[in-house]
């Protein structure tokens, strides 16, 4: 249990990173007591331990693809939920120390996320500088206002620049516009109530590695009408090649009638499925198909029962004659 006084939450630092610039758009979570974590698997096992009462980490970008250290260590390092999922705009400043300029530059020092997202730029405005890397962006920032060297500079969010006293040289550096990377807030428990604009996480382990394993799961969810809005596979560490997991992201909250029904069928018929959690989706939209599939399934569950309620007759025995 965490000790009594503010709420605590683990985030993925130091202060200064993408993951602190994400949390503080949530109103809700300005009273909890910040705990800057080195690495995720860090922040969840402070999580897991107690120590802290929720963690935020970053589990996809839109660029990069799914952050596949924080799936493994979700699906299987520990047993925590995913309540709440935040979208932040990435935007990729160049800092350095006042006055430094772009000329000026021979080394660039971030985390490697952020270097490869800033490839084109890195590759034609500072083709002889040594690309370094650092645990975060934050942290990047860090060492070179402590470096003092003005030909250092760091890839990180305009947020680190005010924390360590440096100066944007270059705003906007991102190759691709539109970049966003997707946060998720953990707990020990707790499933968020249905929103109707959900999102469900599992992962599924096959029973075997046989013709046909995935294609059945998928139909598990097809013949629903659940829509996926993604889906991994993942080693699943404990074999040799080929033992793969797959990692799910359905609409849908697990109070759904049909998302329910997929996932009991899954249960029953895979080696093991693990529940991520079901938490509301960060825009906001349901899907039509799952929302229209949801009232024919109703529909289809009260005539099911409308059907077992009727009256039962034996072979030969006509309603109303005698014994």
Known sequence: MT???????????????????????????????LVACRTVPDVLDVVSAGQADAGFVPIENSIEGMVNFTLDALAF???????????????????????????QVRTVLSIPVATAQCHRFLRERLPHADVRAANSTADAAVIVSDGGDPTAVAIAPEVAAQRYGLEVVERGIEDHAGNQTRFVLVTREGIPPVTGHDRTALVVYQRADEPGSLISILQEF???????SNLISRP?????????????????????????????ALHAKQGGVKFFGSYPRADATAHDAREHADTRWRQADDWIAALRDAPRHSPGHSPGAGS
Do not use: W
């Open 77 to 103: 390092d520990h047993d925590l939920r995913i309540v709440r999922e935040v979208v932040l705009d990435i935007e990729h400043c160049l800092l350095g120390h006042p006055g430094t300029t772009l000329d």
């Open 236 to 264: 699943t560490k404990r074999g040799g090649l080929g033992d793969y997991c797959f990692i799910i992201f359905a609409e849908g909250h697990v109070d759904d009638d049909l998302l329910a029904d997929a996932m009991r």
């Open 3 to 33: 000790t009594a006084g503010p709420a605590k939450l683990a985030f993925f630092g130091p202060f200064g990173t993408f993951t602190e610039q994400a949390l503080r758009t949530q109103p809700d979570l300005e009273s909890y007591e």
């Open 222 to 228: 097809a013949a629903r009408r659940v829509n996926l």
